[in-house]
């Protein structure tokens, strides 16, 4: 296991790493690295794990040769994160070979040409992500991935077409986005039936015809986003209230006009935090934070998670959150109750962000020994969260030690034994 992300490391990946034969999970996101994929990175056949995301990574795909392995014959992999660089030319059908792949994330990248028809091979799939590129041809056959939760194809330059058939067949969705593309014809009512499905977001293409979500509607639906679409009437169903989006279509110039319907969402909905209402007005100085299980000042060990595929998309939802709070404490043996969470947000790059305070048990301070083991959990992923949560990784903040100034740099993503930015 290497970890080196968010470390501030330029230049070019070394080839070197393609020595490390053993190697099951590399991480260098989140740094300025550049230059091309080392293609020697096919050689590490144990890889479940390889994480280049947000970096400023350029080239094409390195595809394998007769007498040369590349990323394409990463047999193992499970995630393959790329997501944030500057890559180009098109993904190689090989790639429809690793099919243990189970998160794949090309998205915001400069990817070319259409994607390849074979796609749908990798039918353990759960998180597909290719918005943001310039890619072309067809909407993407997905018809078979039947573990698809997550897939966003926006930002693209897919042929104009009505919805694929993909989009009333794949009943394991929890979120479909095609925003800004050139879909035509009628919004397809099955996708809103589907059990788990809690946001369907296609906003900027061109649905026309009478829109209309059925009679049998999913229990998790939270929204649907149909922003500047061309649907000029609508039949509304009794079986759901929450937000249907419809500005900037020719529906809102009639009776609906009015509605909530045809108004513009809230951008800074409520959110999340851990409920200090047993602290009562309690306050703290600027360098200490409020600890939910005691209402005593301290300082916390504080930090930014980022969850790279959440199986969730709506937020509302405080028990997802309980239960992140009650797997902390439990698996890095801290006091119940002594975890502060705060924030929840879908980021720019899509990841599910959330800031993390972690209370010490006694007194106000945690000592060197406590920092560095639940860095080290953190930071080389021993400790495991909630499975809805999917992969993350973790940046500290400096910890203010008692008897000390603050001190920078320690235990960020990459602190601990699977790697150091220090």
Same mark, same amino acid.
């Not at 995301?53 to 007769?66: E, M, V, W």
């Not at 180009?88 to 259409?114: F, H, K, M, W």
């Not at 939760?149 to 969705?173: C, G, I, K, M, R």
């Given at each position: 296991?290497?970890?080196?992300?968010?470390?501030?490391?330029?230049?070019?990946? =070394?080839?070197?790493?393609? $020595?490390?034969?053993?190697?099951? #999970?590399?991480?260098?996101n989140?740094?300025?690295?550049?230059?091309?994929? =080392? *293609?020697?990175?096919?050689?590490?056949?144990?890889?479940?794990?390889?994480?280049?995301?947000?970096?400023?990574?350029?080239?094409? #795909?390195?595809?394998?040769? %007769? /007498?040369?392995?590349?990323?394409?014959?990463?047999?193992?992999?499970?995630?393959?994160?790329?997501?944030?660089?500057?890559?180009?030319?098109?993904i190689?059908?090989?790639?429809?070979l690793?099919? +243990?792949?189970?998160?794949?994330?090309?998205?915001?990248?400069?990817? !070319?040409?259409?994607?390849?028809?074979?796609?749908?091979?990798?039918?353990?799939?759960?998180?597909? $992500?290719?918005?943001?590129?310039?890619?072309?041809?067809?909407? =993407?056959?997905?018809?078979?991935?039947?573990?698809? %939760?997550?897939?966003?194809?926006?930002?693209?330059?897919?042929?104009?077409?009505?919805? *694929?058939?993909?989009?009333? +067949?794949?009943?394991?969705? /929890?979120?479909?986005?095609?925003?800004?593309?050139?879909?035509?014809?009628?919004?397809?009512?099955?996708?809103?039936?589907?059990?788990?499905?809690?946001?369907?977001?296609?906003?900027?293409?061109?649905?026309?015809?009478?829109?209309?979500?059925?009679?049998?509607?999913?229990g998790s639906?939270? @929204?649907?986003?149909?922003?500047?679409?061309q649907?000029?009437?609508?039949?509304?169903?009794?079986?759901?209230?929450?937000?249907?989006?419809?500005?900037?279509?020719?529906?809102?110039?009639?009776?609906?006009?009015?509605?909530?319907?045809c108004?513009?969402?809230?951008?800074?909905?409520?959110?999340?935090? +851990?409920?200090?209402?047993?602290?009562?007005?309690?306050?703290?100085?600027?360098?200490?934070?409020?600890?939910?299980?005691?209402?005593?000042?301290?300082? !916390?060990?504080?930090?930014?998670?980022?969850?790279?595929?959440?199986?969730?998309?709506?937020?509302?939802?405080?028990?997802?959150?309980?239960?992140?709070?009650?797997?902390?404490?439990?698996?890095?043996?801290?006091?119940?109750?002594?975890?502060?969470?705060?924030?929840?947000? #879908?980021?720019?790059?899509?990841?599910?962000?959330?800031? @993390?305070?972690?209370?010490?048990?006694?007194?106000?301070?945690?000592?060197?020994?406590?920092?560095?083991?639940?860095?080290?959990?953190?930071?080389?992923?021993?400790?495991?969260?909630?499975?809805? #949560?999917?992969?993350?990784y973790?940046?500290?903040?400096?910890?203010?030690?008692?008897?000390?100034?603050?001190?920078?740099?320690?235990? /960020?993503s990459?602190?601990?034994?699977?790697?150091?930015?220090?």
């Amino acid at each position: 296991m290497l970890i080196l992300a968010g470390c501030g490391f330029t230049g070019q990946i =070394p080839d070197e790493l393609g $020595n490390l034969s053993e190697l099951t #999970f590399l991480a260098l996101n989140s740094n300025n690295l550049t230059g091309p994929i =080392p *293609p020697s990175l096919g050689k590490l056949s144990n890889l479940y794990w390889l994480d280049l995301a947000d970096n400023k990574l350029s080239g094409s #795909f390195p595809i394998s040769t %007769s /007498t040369s392995p590349r990323l394409d014959q990463l047999l193992k992999a499970k995630h393959l994160l790329f997501d944030g660089n500057k890559l180009s030319g098109a993904i190689p059908d090989t790639l429809g070979l690793v099919q +243990t792949l189970e998160v794949l994330r090309l998205d915001r990248n400069s990817l !070319a040409g259409p994607v390849p028809s074979n796609l749908n091979n990798l039918t353990n799939v759960n998180e597909l $992500n290719l918005a943001h590129n310039q890619l072309t041809g067809t909407v =993407p056959n997905l018809t078979g991935m039947d573990h698809l %939760s997550y897939v966003d194809l926006s930002n693209n330059s897919f042929e104009a077409s009505e919805a *694929p058939a993909w989009f009333s +067949t794949l009943t394991t969705l /929890t979120t479909l986005i095609l925003e800004q593309g050139s879909l035509y014809g009628s919004v397809p009512q099955k996708v809103f039936s589907f059990p788990n499905i809690e946001q369907v977001k296609l906003k900027d293409n061109s649905f026309n015809d009478t829109f209309s979500m059925g009679d049998s509607i999913g229990g998790s639906l939270q @929204l649907v986003d149909l922003q500047n679409n061309q649907i000029s009437s609508v039949t509304l169903s009794s079986g759901y209230t929450n937000s249907l989006v419809l500005v900037g279509n020719p529906v809102c110039n009639t009776s609906l006009s009015n509605t909530a319907y045809c108004q513009n969402p809230d951008e800074n909905p409520k959110t999340y935090a +851990t409920n200090l209402a047993n602290c009562g007005n309690k306050l703290c100085s600027p360098d200490k934070k409020l600890n939910p299980q005691s209402c005593e000042c301290a300082y !916390a060990y504080e930090g930014t998670l980022y969850f790279r595929g959440p199986s969730f998309r709506e937020l509302s939802d405080s028990n997802i959150f309980h239960s992140l709070e009650s797997s902390l404490w439990n698996k890095l043996n801290l006091t119940p109750g002594s975890v502060f969470l705060e924030n929840p947000f #879908f980021n720019i790059n899509d990841y599910l962000q959330i800031q @993390l305070a972690l209370f010490p048990p006694i007194g106000k301070y945690f000592n060197r020994s406590e920092v560095a083991r639940i860095g080290f959990a953190m930071s080389n992923q021993t400790y495991k969260p909630p499975p809805q #949560f999917g992969p993350y990784y973790f940046i500290a903040s400096p910890y203010h030690f008692q008897g000390t100034t603050l001190q920078g740099g320690l235990y /960020t993503s990459g602190g601990g034994g699977g790697g150091s930015c220090n």
